[in-house]
């Protein structure tokens, strides 16, 4: 095989790997400190905590609107243009900046109106001190470009640093409140280091944009972030019911063992999008059917691996809950029992939405199943956590992921995009997708030994 043919193949594993550290970083470094600090603060501060961080997603979806995708999508079809490269980083950054100051806005006008972030004003002011690491944060010229490399590296230093520290600042129940500003400021010198390193790598020339240019951005993005709206209102918005209709501890159960289910759905699942979405892009570039191909290439590899996964969640569950959090949010046990199976559910839709109806332009359809599936989300989760509680939450996020999945595949199939084709989980056809990354790997371990 030539080197010419595994090229893409070794970016590929060396995005996913990067990516695989960035989430690392982000979200398996905690865990070190996750046994200590649950113990320190109990399920009731667990709670505060994780619930001051949902409502903050909001205004962290306002000041990204999409643009991890849309971003990215426009920088891989021009990779090769410096010039084209600045005019878009300058738009996304000066859109970011003006969704900055509206969101900074609302927050101030909730933080005094809203009963459940007057209380606790100090806490939420820390959480939402990360929003401002997102304006400068630059994820998707890095993904669009493939080269995450560099920036894995500065990331899981930084975290380093906020998990060490974290162990040293919180000694006492009263230290909770630490938390979240110390997650906010290690995000802020990431997002600092990174936008620095790429002014530098990819020789960025910022230039100032008018408003109309701004809104222009805005309106024609404004499917992608309506869509990423909608998927975070069956998602993050059931932490939030269920803090209004249930106590802190309720929220504390279901969050231990949904950040578990979430660890492992952006350790794996994420990367794989991440490093996928301009890598598949370029192939739906060239036509629909080599898109469609590579798509019904990796199903196999994902299925099988999420679904293992899955089975080794709901069997450890009791163990994990232990372990990770203590006797006191034994509770979380069921909950993480439920939502075992839910990365593999969400690494299909992802496959049939992200990687396929994106990249094929059906944003529309893609926000109208969104939609439904967060009306259908919110009204489960409602009656649901009012009845069940953080059981409740958990069915439903569950139930709502899988109609929409479903729902995806539905869709693609009427319009005769078939992505699940049985022969490609066959011994043969695995193993033809496997040898490339088999040869990659090999020359590397040669070009090391000697």
């Known amino acids: 095989m030539s080197s010419k043919n595994t090229k893409p193949v070794a970016s590929l594993m060396k995005n996913f790997f990067s990516l695989s550290l960035v989430q690392f970083a982000n979200n398996c470094l905690p865990l070190l400190t996750m046994p200590v600090i649950a113990r320190i603060i109990g399920p009731d501060k667990f709670g505060v905590i994780n619930f001051s ?3 903050v997603t909001y205004f962290s979806l306002l000041i990204n609107y999409g643009f991890d995708l849309t971003a990215t999508r426009a920088i891989a079809q021009s990779r090769d243009n410096a010039e084209e490269r600045s005019r878009i980083f300058s738009n996304i950054l000066f859109a970011k900046i003006f ?5 900074l806005l609302i927050f101030i006008i909730t933080l005094y109106t809203v009963p459940q972030m007057a209380a606790d004003k100090t806490l939420f002011i820390y959480t939402y001190i990360a929003c401002f690491s997102l304006v400068i944060t630059p994820n998707w010229l890095y993904q669009g470009m493939q080269e995450l490399h560099q920036m894995a ?4 230093i930084s975290k380093l640093i906020f998990t060490i520290s ?5 000694r006492q129940r009263e230290d909770y409140i630490l938390q979240p500003l110390l997650t906010s400021l290690s995000q802020i010198v990431v997002g600092l280091g990174s936008f620095i390193w790429a002014l530098r790598k990819y020789k960025i020339k910022i230039h100032p944009v008018s408003f109309n240019k701004v809104f222009e951005l805005l309106w024609t993005e404004k499917m992608i972030f309506f869509s990423m709206i909608v998927v975070t209102l069956y998602t993050t918005t059931n932490t939030i019911i269920l803090g209004f209709v249930q106590t802190n501890k309720d929220v504390a159960f279901y969050t231990a063992g949904w950040k578990l289910i979430m660890i492992i759905q952006t350790f794996v699942s994420l990367p794989l999008r991440l490093s996928l979405f301009p890598f598949i892009g370029e192939s739906f570039g060239r036509s629909q059917t080599e898109g469609v191909a590579k798509v019904k290439q990796i199903t196999p590899f994902i299925t099988i691996f999420t679904t293992l996964a899955g089975i080794a969640i709901w069997i450890l569950a009791p163990w994990l809950i232990e372990l990770l959090y203590g006797s006191e949010f034994r509770q979380a046990t069921i909950v ?5 199976f839910v990365p593999m559910i969400l690494a299909l839709g992802d496959l049939f939405g992200i990687q396929t109806m994106i990249n094929l332009k059906m944003d529309k359809a893609f926000f109208r199943i969104t939609l439904l599936g967060s009306v259908i989300g919110l009204a489960l989760n409602y009656s649901l956590s009012k009845q069940m509680g953080a059981e409740g939450t958990s069915w439903a996020w569950l139930l709502t992921e899988i109609f929409i999945t479903a729902a995806m595949w539905v869709y ?3 319009k005769e995009i078939y992505l699940i084709d049985i022969n490609y989980f066959k011994y043969k056809y695995l193993m033809e997708v496997v040898r490339p990354f088999y040869y990659v790997l090999k020359q590397k371990v040669y070009k090391g030994t000697t």
């Open 412 to 414: 693609l199939h009427f």
């Open 53 to 55: 961080a949902a409502i």
């Open 99 to 103: 969704l900055l100051g509206i969101s």
């Open 153 to 156: 590296i500065f990331n899981f």
């Open 336 to 340: 993480l029992r439920i939502l075992c």
């Open 166 to 170: 974290l162990l040293l600042f919180i």
